[in-house]
């Protein structure tokens, strides 16, 4: 391998891949049809070394991207030949739950050389199982949650694998719709590929593999460098998950020692017997977007990042799940808890700590979205509202499009005023968001923080709980059910937690 790259040489190279990556997302979101990808952008895409180590990413979903390599890792087990495109979504194999779906090519130089690999996840608005949707609110197994599918070969050098492709459809609803997204999927990893052969081309395939090596050692000091700002010392947290049968408590153990970091969650609970549970590679997702918040979020978002932190979830607990068991809400709401187990630690503020999840079918149609809350507050500003907080980065779907595309009426989408938590620095508010059923549909709602507040922090007020309300009824955090036309479903989200006491108000 050649000398380092200079740094000026070095942020050029790290720009291109950048760069690669957002091309591929634009691929993705202008190429699906349906609203969860073209509309919410619930997707991510990346850039792998041919040892599978992520070294760029887009700015997409944390806990799509932190669980990425780990989907590498078992595609590259395969074997994958020139011109390949393979998917997975086995939550044990490197998936996070069913409906998230990833796609990942090899990328092969002309003369047969591995190069690296693209990849892609993109939540799917519904892979087959008994439930539209495929995000039932009290799964216990994954085959209540839809079809499970092991690294799976779709496209070669003469194209899509019409056949296999076919007998994956034929389990899922609107097949049409779930083809058009798989073609998108298919079309972004290509596209993805054939830039990384492109770059290789324009710098030498020698200086790529250099870039790549700088990358990761750049995005490992500068995230060491941030680790030791921490200060040496243990620092503790405990929170809960709002399981229908009650509440389920999450501890983390944090030791900073110099410029590493280890998060233990050892004292967290045992695998859930409902769909809370994580696969390990959710947990590491969650750990490190966290821990990026908390050192250098500018860092490179890479391998390197990771490597002076060491996370321990013991297998068989709630953390580190065994198959089969149930994982729709681990990916979504789990993770959301872990990565304020950490940020709590070190004593931030925290945001409403879920994604608010809402699912909405029937045999014609299936619709999934997440929804914005409180972001906590910051030791010097107040928390932003009405946006998506910690492992979700999507959009909303706007009211014009879900009234287009799907049998319902936005009845009120507004702020939630005065939800965030009080301070010097305020807790930012969350939503209301009122939708109206114009056909028979089943519904589905995994939330949280609607029996524990969003903790505030040196002394601010916690945000307010979020609700969920049928016709006015009040519903438990997790819920589902049918809706006849004219029923409302109504969600209220939470607000952030404040930071400083009030009393020290500007």
Known sequence: MSARLDPVELRLLLGALRSACEEMGAVL??????????????????LFDRHGQLVAQAEHIPVHLGAMPAAVAAVIAERPGPGEVW???????????????????????????????????AHHADVGGPYPGSMPALSRTLAEEGVVIPPLRVAGPGGIDEQRLAALLRAMRRPRERRADFTAQIACVRHGAAALRALAERVGRDRLERAFADVLDYAERRTRAGIARLGDGVRTARDFLEAPEGDIELALRATVRGDELELDFSGSAAQHEGNLNCPFAVTLS??????????????????????PVRVIAPEGSILNARPPAAVAAGNVETSSRVADLVLRAFGRALGQGTMNNLTLGNDDFAYYETLGGGQGACPDRDGPSAVH???????????????AEFPLRCVRYAV???????????????VVRELEALAPMRFA???????????????GAPGAPGRNLL???????????????????RVETPGGGGYGRPAQQR
Not at 34 to 46: G, H, L, M, P, Y
Not at 287 to 307: C, E, I, Y
Not at 447 to 458: K, L, V
């Open 471 to 489: 016709n006015g009824r009040e519903l438990p955090p997790k819920a589902s059910g049918e809706l006849r036309p004219g029923d409302r479903l």
């Open 389 to 403: 907080v910690s492992m979700s980065n999507t959009l909303n779907t706007p009211v014009e499009a879900l009234e």
């Open 87 to 121: 998917i997975l979504n086995d939550p044990y194999r490197g998936g996070t739950h069913l409906p998230d779906i990833t796609a990942v090519a090899p990328v092969y130089a002309a003369d047969g050389e591995l190069l690296g690999f693209a990849a892609a996840r």
């Open 416 to 430: 939630r005023r005065g939800s965030g938590g009080a301070g010097r620095w305020r807790g930012g508010d969350g």
């Open 286 to 307: 969650a750990a490190w977007f966290a821990v990026r918040v908390l050192t250098d979020p500018d860092a490179p978002a890479s391998a390197g990042a990771l490597r």
């Open 29 to 46: 979101v202008r190429s699906a049809h349906s609203a969860n990808i073209k509309e919410r952008r619930d997707c991510s895409t990346a």
């Open 445 to 459: 709602l995994i939330t949280e923080r609607r029996r524990h507040r969003p903790p505030g922090a040196a002394g």
